[in-house]
């Protein structure tokens, strides 16, 4: 037996189920969200700026350091006028790496 409960793996292939779906989290981001990342935010050289001092600080040899490091500098993008994202762009990719990191890499 490997430890894994049953109640953690998908129906479908035998894979780990998503953590998201077992927690009865919908992954789609919800209207009202979706409408808040159309607006504009507002350019903030103060919060990027502390956002991006503490990716710096955080970002160490692990890998976890480093994601947080990079999802931080990514959320900094949103008070940067230079930058064209959203919301909902960064929390679609950092679902994304998210679920790669689950599965212990990229399948090929």
Known sequence: MTGDNEADRDDRNGEPADPLDAAGVDPVVPDSAA???TDDVTDDAAVRAFLRD??????????ESQQLSAILYRVSDL??????????EIYLNVRHIMQIKA??????
């Open 35 to 37: 409408n808040a990342a």
């Open 54 to 63: 503490i990716a710096n600080d955080v970002r160490g040899d692990s890998s």
């Open 79 to 88: 008070y940067d006028p230079n930058e064209q994202t959203s919301p909902e």
């Open 103 to 108: 599965q212990s890499g990229i399948e090929r």
